[in-house]
């Protein structure tokens, strides 16, 4: 069922309650439904403790989530340059084997004139010296060159057994950084999923809330519609009609927070505020904005407690978030204008002292400025 459904069907349901019923008793009704309104209250509160667990977890889950993803980076980043030398040693034992093979032909093929003309090489290049002592010098250079030769492939075949064992060496270390970065890359999609899970989880226990808000709503302007009908048969007070400010402030404080959309400071989302809100230090007297009779005293979860008190014309004022033991009034009571009513608490979803104050035009909530002196 969908908000929009959930709440026509609140509706309806809430105004058959009102009309259907001859005779039915408007405080019971306000009793039944504030009631409701508390324990779902309850549920909201409890939620939003949830949520704020749940945010935690959320957070603490995106640290993790960042940190594992940064170190499956690194591996992946070690794997690349691990990938890289060993194809650079690859390059350099080619180019030592190309070496080697160059070399081994330049000696082998000394070696091989000398074997194949014997003691005709040695003849030939004695007829082709002046004396015995070119000659010699001659055989020594031969020697000199072909030991160069064999040193050179010597050593070209040590590089390539060095550069061998080192690639072997990388190879194995290519194998463990890749399981390394195969095991992170599991823990980094696991850690993902739950991430994902979480934040649904989250949207969940929002969406919850939010239906039982609107419920809440619901519920509540049926209530502002029963004292608008037990409004309609009081004609104690004095007849408020908002022409230019009938209505005295109920406390000497500055305004904190006015009426209309906020962002609201408990439920992190933007809501109407159907109010204004009088700071103050806690205790601080609360006084009625006008004569008329007390038609509410009673606890209101979101609210804390509250008074509403009838001042006739159809005009209501609604004091929230009170301590109960502070509040000086009853149902049924007469007050007049200034007379002390409460005192400021910091009651239900409240983040500090303050009195929330509503104006009520005909059971629903109105900007309060324009009726305050």
Known sequence: MTKRMLACLTAFTLTMTLLGTPGISYANNIDDKQEKVKKRDKEIQRLEKEKKLTKKEVEAA?????KQKAELQKLNQLVYDTEKRL???KRKIEKKKEQIAYQKEQYNQRVRIIYEQGNMFYLKMLSNSKDVGEFLNRLSLIKQITKRD???????????????????KMNVLLTEQKKQASDANQLYEKLTADYKKMERDLKTIDDKQSDLEEVNEQEKQAIRDLIRQQQSNNNNGDAVKGDGGKLSKPVNGSIRSPYGMRYHPILKRNKLHTGVDFGGALNTPIHAAASGKVIASRPAKGYGYIVIIDHGGGISTLYAHMFPQKVKVKEGETVKRGQWIAGIGNNGWSTGPHLHFEVLKNGKATDPMPYLK
Do not use: F, G, M, T
């Open 62 to 66: 995106l640290v993790q989530w960042k």
């Open 87 to 89: 194809d650079e040693s």
């Open 150 to 168: 064999q040193r050179l492939l010597d050593n070209y075949r040590q590089d390539q057994i060095v550069l061998s064992q080192s690639q072997q």
